[in-house]
């Protein structure tokens, strides 16, 4: 089975490179790039004024399977994530039970693959139940397949269990995923404490809660030699220590929400619960901070962390909504409008911060259109542009701030293993 | 002439012509509660539903009262006695009051932005009662108009806020308030209990409450919850009250005719002494009958303002 994409602007994250190239896809795999490339038998995609990039990778996803299908299940997180052009995603493991074993890690990756859209990559977690008590079968869990550890929605307080996990994770090769937050300073919080906080009553989670335990995981890391990824970063503290210890050296990772540098606390004026997110808004003074990190190549990756939860739970007082908002299927279009075409990073780098970068921190085949790669492709149509509406969403979650905000450059088609999976923001099998 | 809006939820954004409307509404609302026969026909066939999810007896009764000097019919909730206690959601219970039919919503909620969301839900006209840390914009106006009362005008006054800002939704409306009318506010309190950024309010914040105290024309102290302490927010009620409590040396601090005023129920001994609780320059009693007649021009005014003649 072959696929040829003609006419597109080939984006190659590995050496920077930006041309227009067919890219003829064979078996599953990329077969080849180049001018005028021609294949008897294979269908043909014309890609004119597009850009054809390796497949999106999302490294921080909630599919709530097993234990809570009624935000989402895999098959639902995965049409969201193809329809978000997302190829590869890798789900958090606060499911109920947790994934903290063989076992569960299989039977994600299992039944993932059967649907045949998205990779589905889990995400084990460092401590049995996410309790912070006792390290996870780590090493089990790396054997079925776990692509990272993390307590994600929870964080390791226990510093000496974290610096365990560390040294255990670097043994088995592999980044252990931080959920940077103190419970003692963000205790009862519901957004970002500051003015716009004071304004609405509501108890705010400070940014040092963030803060001192990126600088807490950063020392760790610099001691254990374990590749640490910080997830969600929101603060300009958090930019600032990421930055400065990979100046010193200091084997970390960190990643960005579309929403953590597109909005900021003033959004949670109405009390409007899907803007209760954690960690949560911050001030604008934090959003430039994270965009300059985007820039400056202190951020390596765009995450979503899609948190569905169903119209019930969030349809109540703010105090009392769960935290946590969709991403899949407006991520594209934000980090276009919001970074691309705002002027903080440029195609190239965008796509990098989405495909290789990702891939590498989970160590994942993806981030490239090498020959011989998995014929994992995005097509991006930079000139598309919707209005949000999140009925249309395929995520089972309609919790998004976004709803009617007009966004630009959007993912066209989705190509997962040679085999088009999404095109013109709907599903393959919806297709005629 | 009727209020702009449906709801009153915050004191924020409300223009001073419309604070200066609701105070003299009350005025003659007042008139009416000293009658002897203190009813009037004005909400004559209209409903008033008070929802309490907070234990307030003095809050709701000064709704109750308001609501039947008017001839308005009024039912109460609350809510350990009702669906809520169930399970049932505050836009559900929202829902099953409007389609009863009631015109004004009174809610009191432990949940700041409850009063919000029960707005944009139902039809009837919302008055925020409470919400969380929020706002309580009937407190407010009811100290704004016993001030006004009192000292004739509240432009150019210096009116000092005391004690626990941090969770006070009555500071807050009180800031908006006093602000938008032209009066200075002055904060002072444990800086643990200082919300951050509250001096973008335009408010002055000490952490010297002497130095708050100097010349206020109005000294509003604020209850103390017992619960902070135990939550580790302040030290101890002792050292509170020698701190911040304002007793009698304090309050020769501020111009010798300044007003005491508290939302109560009151911590006697803690943040205020029971001689200045009790002293001349307490218009704590005079807030609580106050409260019954702003509550009156609001119900009137939010429910359209046809019939002030038979007010009268």
New interface residues.
Partial sequence: MKLLIRGGTVVEPVDGRMLEQDVLLSDGRIAGTGRNLSAAGAEVIDASGKLVVPGLVDMHVHLREPGYEAKETLLTGARAAVRGGFTSVACMPNTNPVVDNAALVSYIKNTAAALGLARVYPVGAISRGSRGEELAEMGHMKKAGAAAFSDDGQPVADAGLMRRAMQYARMLGMTVISHCENKELSLGGTMH????????????IPASSEEVMVARDLLLAEETGCRLHIAHVSTAGSVRLVREAKARGIRVTAEVTPHHFTLTDEAVV??DTSTKVNPPLRTAFDVAAVKEGLADGTIDVIATDHAPHTI?EK??????APFGMVGLETAMGLVWTELVVGGVLTPLQAVTKMTLHPARVLNIPGGTLGAGAPADITIIDPAASETVDPSLFESKGRNTPFAGRALKGLPWAAIVGGRLVMVERRIADSLE | MAINGKDLISL?NIPAETIKLILDTAEPMKEIIKRQIKKVPTLRGRTVVTVFYEASTRTRTSFELAAKYLSADVVNIAAATSSVSKGE???DTARTITSMGADVVVLR?P????S??LARTVDASVINAG?????HPTQALLDLFTVREKKGRLEGLKVAIVGDILHS?VA?SDIWGYTTMGAEVRLAGPATLM????E??GARVYNDLEEALEGADVVNILRIQLERQRQGLFPGLREYAVMFGINRDRLKLAAPDALVMHPGPMNRGVEISPEVADGLQSVINTQVTNGVAVRMALLYLLTGGAHIEAAY
């Fill in positions: 404490e500051g003015y716009v906080s004071t304004l609405l009553g509501l108890k705010g109405g009390y019930e349809d109540v007082e703010y105090e009392r | 924020k959601s505050l836009k909620h949940m700041a932005g409850a919000e969301l919400d969380g840390a929020h706002e939704r807050r919300p951050p950024g509250i973008k309010t």
